[in-house]
DNA sequence: CTAGGGTTAG
């Protein structure tokens, strides 16, 4: 190893800057400076800098070992000094491959895959000859650029060094060969020669499964000749992708060891697939088998609960974050008030985000979105202002939620005045998504004939979300024609979304045109469509219930049913009356009754009024929209029976109290 | 020579 002299100093150190070796640093051994580096400039930054200067005193710069090491240092993503990390390698002379990988490496960790690349070239310019560190990083990159070209070639590299039986190497390149959706080169390179081990296999089978081709996974899984706990938790994540979520069930309970990944990949399975109230239940199994959640899966298990409006769950998750001291950020935090807000806990909502320190954009934007649904648009505005003060710029997300509050208080020129905000002011394009909240807006507020001229300005081809935002309109103010010609577009847009059909034969039912009401049924018969089933859910000390149409599943459907028998009598007597337009069939009147009465939110309601105690409040949420019928029925039941009740519909909520709801009932 | 969290979740 050189001893410092001046023609060996990196090039942007003056000879004035080097003392004499008289210094005592002088005398640090190498040992001394790399344990300084491997321990406290980890951590401390300022650590970090003296180290480097220490090396450039005592010359231990030159040693490649010694300047690859703090290459590595100030690469550590967390101090956020990359840049200076590459400076450092450009002082460092004839690097060797020590310090060629590590930087490489550093490239990926920073987030530069394209860099590593091209300094990998750089390397092979330099004539310095790589080895089996230098490409699992190089296969990385490439997967992450999705750079073919480039991987095939670095993979030739790989041949030619004779590198291709590291088991490292390996992994790497099935990974990427198979994330270009090339499982054959894949399958190759773990059948080529030299060690697969379990973590090859396990690779392989996860891009099997990520090609989809189950297959294919299923037999390599099944011929293996070794698992660990990874091939199974590769196998059910991979077949919960695919959506095969009972084949994913079925392994899981095959497994006889499981860990947090095992029980993150299925909940979040059946959460991807829409699954939240089985989600929740595999998470109180998670809990019973005494496996500490961590907050990836608190975060996840509390969207499921906000799905469902299993309050009382999402709650022990909010008490389990604060006992067990986790640190509240901007992702939990917005995942609590995304919980409350569609909950119906608004207050709670406001707290959690009152209290949060580390808010995101997005975490306004659940609140606002919270109170949008709620319909209290004025808050929804005011917050909208103060983000602002806050000098926090909306996106587009940010006006989907304050117009919609618009839309949900029929706040028309408001609404407007936005929609010309985002442009002009924000510099936001709108798109489809904030036009079709407008559209609603106008709609709603029987501007039938303004909303139709906002779709023909807009810049873009009008979707079925916007459509279907007029046809909606005109069933509300019963415009048959309009409805009928934009219907007929829409079921040729989506002929397999069943709620376009439910809402043409709504606007014929209400005009009484039961031919046409018979033509929509055939249609959807001839084509195969099934009519999407209503379903209201209510959360009962912590066990969500679910309810059909006419449901007879629950074990206390006895008690239910003579409940809401009771219910009805007493209705009655308060000059209640079926809102049979409702109905959409042309059925003699009693029977239409009856069709009502089972309405799935009345049966949850009558379980709620059964299940708890008399003043609390009763919260029940619809797959959805509430019905007229439903909602005259549930406004007289909360004055009767004196209870609060929050019902969450597809798009919005409902607060009934003494009589009254809290949509003014404008939805 | 020194260095890899090489697979599976979010």
Not at 19 to 27: G, I, N, Q, R, V
Not at 120 to 133: C, E, G, T
Not at 269 to 285: D, S, T
């Amino acid at each position: 190893m050189s001893t410092t002299t001046t023609t060996n100093l990196p090039h942007h150190l003056k000879p004035k800057d080097i003392s004499t070796e008289s210094t005592s640093a002088s005398k640090l051994s190498q040992k001394t400076i790399l344990n300084l580096l491997n321990t406290k400039c980890n951590t401390s930054l300022q650590c970090l800098k003296l180290a480097y200067c220490l090396t450039l005193r005592t010359g231990h710069f030159q040693d490649h070992y010694v300047a690859g090491t703090l290459v590595k240092c100030y690469a550590n993503p967390h101090f956020n000094n990359f840049g200076f990390a590459l400076k450092v390698f450009d002082y460092v002379l004839n690097p060797n491959v020590f310090v060629w990988n590590i930087v490489i490496r550093g490239c990926l960790e920073n987030n530069e895959p394209s860099k590593a690349i091209s300094l990998y070239h750089l390397m092979v310019a330099a004539n310095s000859r790589p080895n089996k560190f230098t490409y699992p990083p190089l296969f990385k990159a490439c997967t992450i650029t999705h750079a073919i070209e480039e991987g095939l070639q670095i993979h030739a590299h790989v041949v030619k060094h004779g590198l291709s039986r590291d088991g490292h190497i390996k992994s790497a390149g099935i990974q990427m060969y198979a994330s270009f959706g090339r499982v054959r080169e894949a399958r190759r390179m773990l059948d080529g020669e030299g060690d697969s081990d379990i973590i090859c296999w396990n690779t392989m089978v996860d891009g099997y499964l990520k090609c989809g081709d189950v297959e294919a996974a299923k037999e390599l899984f099944e011929c293996m000749p070794d698992k660990n706990i990874g091939s199974w938790n590769a196998m059910i994540s991979g077949f919960a992708k695919c959506g095969m979520i009972e084949e994913a069930r079925k392994l899981f309970n095959e497994m006889d060891k499981r860990d947090e990944i095992s029980w993150s990949a299925i909940i979040d399975g059946y959460i991807k697939g829409g699954y939240y109230k089985e989600a929740l239940e595999v998470f109180n199994e998670m809990q019973r088998e005494d496996i500490r959640p961590r907050k990836f899966i608190l975060s996840s298990v509390l969207a499921a609960c906000a799905n469902v409006g299993a309050l009382d769950q999402g709650r022990w998750i909010h008490t389990y974050v604060k006992r067990n001291s986790m640190r509240m950020d901007a992702v939990l935090g917005t995942a609590l008030v995304d919980l409350y807000a569609k909950c119906g806990r608004l207050d709670m909502a406001w707290e959690v985000f009152e209290k949060m320190i580390e808010k995101e954009v997005y975490t306004w934007n659940a609140m606002i979105g919270g109170l949008a649904m709620h319909g209290r648009a004025e808050d929804a505005i005011g917050l909208f202002s103060k983000m602002q003060r806050e000098k926090l710029k909306p996106n587009e997300i940010t006006f989907v939620g304050v117009l919609n509050a618009c839309a949900h208080s029929g706040m028309v020129d408001e609404g407007l005045a936005i929609l010309d905000s985002m442009k002009n002011v924000y510099g936001i394009e709108p798109e489809m998504e904030h036009y079709g909240c407008v559209v609603d807006l106008l709609g709603r507020a029987g501007l039938l004939k303004e909303a139709e001229e906002l779709i023909s300005s807009m810049p873009m081809e009008p979707n079925a979300a916007v459509l279907g935002a007029l046809m909606g309109a005109c069933r509300i103010h019963g415009h048959v024609e309009l409805g009928e010609r934009v219907g007929k577009v829409l079921l040729e847009l989506e002929p397999k979304n069943s709620g376009r059909y439910a809402l043409l034969s709504n606007i014929y039912a209400k005009a009484g045109r039961w031919d046409d009401v018979e033509k929509v049924r055939r249609l959807m018969k001839e084509r195969g469509i099934k009519t999407t089933a209503g379903s209201s859910m209510i959360d009962v000390g912590g066990i969500v219930h679910r309810f059909k149409m006419a449901d007879s599943s629950h074990p206390q459907k006895k008690e239910i049913y003579l409940m809401l028998d009771r219910i009805f009598e007493r209705l009655h007597m308060e000059g209640y009356s079926p809102k049979t337009s409702q109905v959409l069939f042309d059925i003699k009147e009693e029977e239409k009754e009856t069709t009502l009465r089972y309405h799935s939110e009345k049966l949850a309601i009558a379980f709620g009024l059964l299940s708890t105690e008399p003043g609390t409040a009763i919260r029940i949420v619809n797959n959805l929209r509430v019905c007229d019928d439903c909602h005259s029925a549930t406004k007289l039941i909360s004055e009767v029976y004196n209870r609060e009740i929050i019902v969450r519909d597809r798009v919005r909520y409902h607060h009934f109290k003494n009589g009254k709801c809290s949509c003014k009932d404008y939805w």
